[in-house]
């Protein structure tokens, strides 16, 4: 007897979202699951970001989520807030301090360096895309646990690179047609003409200390050039009088400015200059930069020259330029402006079963239909014909192959357009060939 197919099994899909339930365990604070419709955006960027690294010629690196958290203190700086407030540091059994490390910048470095890299390649042009933890007060656009993706061109002083990394930026989000993006760009000098800046800084701010913020106050004697980061409402008119970065660049500072600026009017990136964008880690030098999106109050990404991080590490005399923006803030974005993520992918087989042999029979056919590139679904923890069939309904498949006892009894296998309902019986040896004149 041929199985019977039960007519009414359209059950529409539930269109809210599933609400979650109650667990014993809640994701940490600040950080969140992946689920397959956020990997929807992810992919997407990812793909984007994957084009453009082509087109720029950037290899992939990935380092370890731990670094002796030294190389953080270091490198990222101790007056840095990231280092300050926001490392996650584990002691090990051997009594080694390391940090989950709260971006890539000096861990790609060290690798560089460490691999020997830095003999063959120079300049090198990475890109990452990786997860990073900062113990931060969660709100919104800032996480726990967050992905970056970057870039580093090591090696080079050339002002020409600093261009092409904030290009890099540019078009990775210009790819996912992001709109109403702006680049703020900001050089903060090299050691010789800061030293005369931060100067200069100190004697203004030094008789206004007391009318200023409590962290103004820190940041006076512990790095003064963060003073321009103030965000307080009350630091605001001091902020704004007060001297300029751009005023006290030396010549080959002033120079290299210049020709990132000429640069990138090449290139067509639009761009504002920020006097007051210093950046809040402790490594960069001459170019910093900051890109938003129209309507979002935190920065989708920045980056900056780090021409002395590698000295400072301990390693070789090494010029180098990177970014890195948020993830999850591009997401932010994309959703504010409307942009669609990829589509899932849709299976338009779907495999049905009824009874034992043929669910074992089942798994052969499965193989034989992946081998010739056929995604298909199927329910095998689902033993009713009608559930299945509901289910294929419900992830819109075009076609249902159904087999049954006396299918695996005559070799054949049931072949329903799902949108129709007309089916008819086909040869096993024949099935791939038919589902691929079928779907095609
Ligand atoms: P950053 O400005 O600290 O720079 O971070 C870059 C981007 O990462 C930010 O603009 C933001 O989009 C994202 N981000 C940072 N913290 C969080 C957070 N808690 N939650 C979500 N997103 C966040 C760096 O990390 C440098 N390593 C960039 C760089 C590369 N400079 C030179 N090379």
Redesign the pocket.
């Known amino acids: 007897m041929p199985i019977k197919i039960p007519r009414a099994h359209k059950k529409s899909a539930p269109k809210s979202k599933p609400k979650g339930r109650k667990f014993a365990f809640q994701t940490p604070k600040g950080m969140h699951d992946m689920l397959p419709a956020d990997f929807l955006f992810f992919d997407k960027i990812e793909k984007a970001l994957k084009k453009i690294v082509c087109y720029y010629g950037f290899e992939r690196i990935e380092t370890p989520i731990m670094e002796d958290a030294r190389i953080f203190e270091r490198g990222?700086g101790m007056t840095s807030e990231?280092v300050q407030k926001?490392m996650f540091t584990v002691k090990t059994r051997g009594g080694e301090v390391m940090a989950l490390r709260?971006?890539?910048?000096p861990g790609v470095l060290r690798a560089y360096v460490e691999s020997g890299l830095s003999h063959v390649m120079s300049p090198a042009k990475f890109y990452y895309l990786s997860p990073?933890f900062?113990y931060?007060q969660p709100q919104h656009?800032?996480?726990?646990q967050?992905y970056?993706l970057?870039?580093?061109i090591l090696g080079s002083d050339e002002a020409v690179y600093d261009a092409q990394?904030i290009s890099a930026v540019y078009r990775t989000i210009g790819e996912l047609k992001l709109k109403n993006i702006m680049v703020r760009v900001n050089s903060i000098g090299c050691k010789t003409c800061r030293a005369t800046y931060v100067k200069k800084l100190k004697e203004y701010y030094k008789n206004k200390l007391s009318k200023m913020c409590k962290d103004c106050n820190k940041r006076y004697s512990e790095n003064p050039l963060r003073l321009l980061d103030c965000k307080e409402e009350k630091c605001q008119p001091f902020k704004a009088q007060a001297p300029q970065t751009l005023d006290y660049l030396c010549t080959a500072c002033k120079h290299h400015f210049k020709l990132v600026l000429e640069y990138l009017d090449e290139m067509k990136i639009p761009y504002l200059i920020d006097s007051t964008l210093v950046?809040?880690?402790d490594y960069?030098s001459r170019t910093v930069f900051?890109?938003f999106i129209e309507g979002l109050d935190?920065?989708?990404?920045?980056?900056?020259r780090?021409d002395y991080l590698s000295e400072t590490l301990g390693g070789p005399r090494m010029a180098a330029?990177?970014?890195?923006?948020?993830?999850?803030?591009i997401v932010e974005a994309m959703k504010l402006q409307q942009i669609p993520s990829l589509v899932k992918n849709k299976n338009r087989v779907f495999l049905v079963y009824m009874g034992d042999q043929a669910k074992k029979k089942s798994l052969s056919i499965l193989e034989n239909l992946y081998d010739a590139g056929i995604c298909v679904k199927e329910a095998f923890s689902k033993d009713s014909l009608k559930s299945q069939l509901r289910m294929a309904d419900r992830e819109k498949a075009e076609l249902a192959l159904i087999l049954g006892q006396q299918e695996v009894f005559e070799d054949v296998i049931i072949v329903r357009d799902m949108q129709s309902g007309t089916q008819e019986s086909v040869p096993l040896r024949k099935i791939v060939e038919e589902v691929k004149r079928r779907l095609r």
């Open positions: 990222t990231i926001q709260p971006e890539m910048t990073l900062r931060e656009g800032r996480f726990r967050f970056q970057g870039f580093e990394t950046r809040g880690l960069y900051e890109v935190f920065a989708l990404g920045g980056g900056g780090y330029v990177g970014a890195a923006c948020g993830v999850e803030r």
